[in-house]
């Protein structure tokens, strides 16, 4: 099991390969969700409210593993489902590629030679998100679990994401929990607050 950065989610086609912008590699992510996880889980708040202290170091991928762990149990098996449909994914577009009569012969192997490339990167992306769901699942539960009525964190693009993931994951929860996000200024600095309505 490892957890590295490979790239935006890959387009693949005949021609060649192009990657989607719009869904970037949840490995970019790991780091804040790990580092919230273990706030959330250990620190004692003032007014049911977290603050992410701005300074905090980067952890590094050694640290972020095992956090998953902790958090997430065996990692092995949290993306065994995972990557084995990411697996069936890739078959099945391999035989639907030979079996592409629209093709000619050379697009038909420029599109299966394509396909093969990136078969280790696809991997590795289905892995990275998994283990980022997880762990987004893990701090709607610590939200949820000690009451947290507002999680405030700097308004940098990969902290509010995972802010809205978190957002997502409690307003699909069986009982959906409804939060709001604000943006506001604080000594200079644009912070994101999450603010949990009900429960």
């Known amino acids: 099991m490892q957890i590295k950065y490979v790239g935006p989610k890959p387009l693949i086609y005949k021609t060649g390969i192009s990657f989607d912008s719009e869904f970037d590699d949840r490995y970019t992510y790991l780091n804040i969700a790990v580092q919230l996880l273990h706030a959330l889980d250990h620190d004692y708040f003032d007014d049911k409210t977290y603050k992410y202290a701005i300074d905090t170091d980067r952890l590094r991928d050694d640290d972020i593993l095992e956090g998953l762990k902790q958090y997430c149990g065996d990692l092995d098996a949290v993306v065994q489902e995972a990557v084995a449909a990411e697996q069936a994914l890739i078959e099945d577009e391999l035989q639907r590629a030979k079996e592409n009569t629209t093709l000619s012969d050379i697009e ?88 949990v309505k009900n429960r």
């Open 108 to 195: 038909r192997e420029a599109l299966i030679k394509n396909i093969k490339i990136m078969v280790n990167y696809r991997l590795q992306y289905a892995t990275n998100e998994k283990l980022y769901n997880c762990a987004i699942e893990r701090l709607a539960d610590y939200v949820k679990k000690d009451h947290i009525d507002y999680v405030i964190v700097p308004m940098f693009q990969r902290f509010a994401a995972v802010l809205h993931s978190v957002q997502d994951a409690l307003a699909n929860q069986k009982f959906p929990i409804d939060t709001k996000m604000d943006i506001y200024e604080e000594d200079g600095k644009l912070m994101a607050k999450m603010e």
